[in-house]
């Protein structure tokens, strides 16, 4: 996972574009500032993003946190997108009658092309 550090001044917005797997540290805040996090917006593309605040277990579905305090301690924000991908499981009646076809086309053609012995 690769880390970056970003500065920040109190009352300024910081933009950051991260990658899969990349994240960031915002230092330079007083534990009286306040935060906002917002995500683009992948659900058109067919992500569901969730964030969760702290060390806790409970993630909460949207791409943006309005406002919260920062307090005394550092904050962790971590924001997952997820897609749910169909994967194709109807193989018998999509591919097997196919291969059958196939399968029989080619004993028919060792059969019916077979070298054939004269007899007298």
Same mark, same amino acid.
Do not use: C
């Given at each position: 996972?690769?880390?970056r550090?970003?500065?920040?001044?109190?009352?300024?917005?910081?933009?950051?574009?991260?990658k899969?797997?990349?994240?960031?540290?915002?230092?330079g805040?007083?534990?009286?500032?306040?935060?906002? $996090?917002? #995500? +683009?917006?992948?659900?058109? !593309?067919?992500?569901?993003?969730?964030?969760?605040?702290? %060390?806790? =277990?409970?993630? /909460?579905?949207?791409?943006?946190? $309005?406002? #919260? +305090?920062?307090?005394?301690? !550092?904050?962790?924000?971590?924001f997952?997108?997820?897609? %749910?991908? =169909?994967?194709? /499981?109807?193989?018998?009646?999509? $591919?097997?009658?196919?291969?059958?076809?196939?399968?029989?086309?080619?004993?028919?053609?060792?059969?019916?092309?077979?070298?054939?012995?004269?007899?007298?």
């Open positions: 996972m690769r880390h550090q970003t500065p920040a001044t109190s009352g300024t917005a910081v933009t950051v574009s991260l899969h797997g990349e994240s960031v540290i915002v230092y805040l007083s534990s009286e500032d306040k935060f906002a $996090v917002t #995500e +683009a917006d992948y659900h058109g !593309d067919g992500y569901k993003t969730s964030y969760k605040i702290g %060390d806790g =277990t409970n993630s /909460t579905e949207g791409s943006s946190i $309005v406002e #919260e +305090a920062i307090g005394a301690y !550092d904050t962790t924000v971590i997952t997108n997820t897609k %749910d991908v =169909t994967v194709p /499981t109807d193989v018998i009646r999509t $591919v097997v009658p196919y291969a059958a076809i196939v399968a029989f086309a080619a004993v028919m053609g060792v059969v019916f092309f077979r070298p054939r012995r004269n007899r007298r």
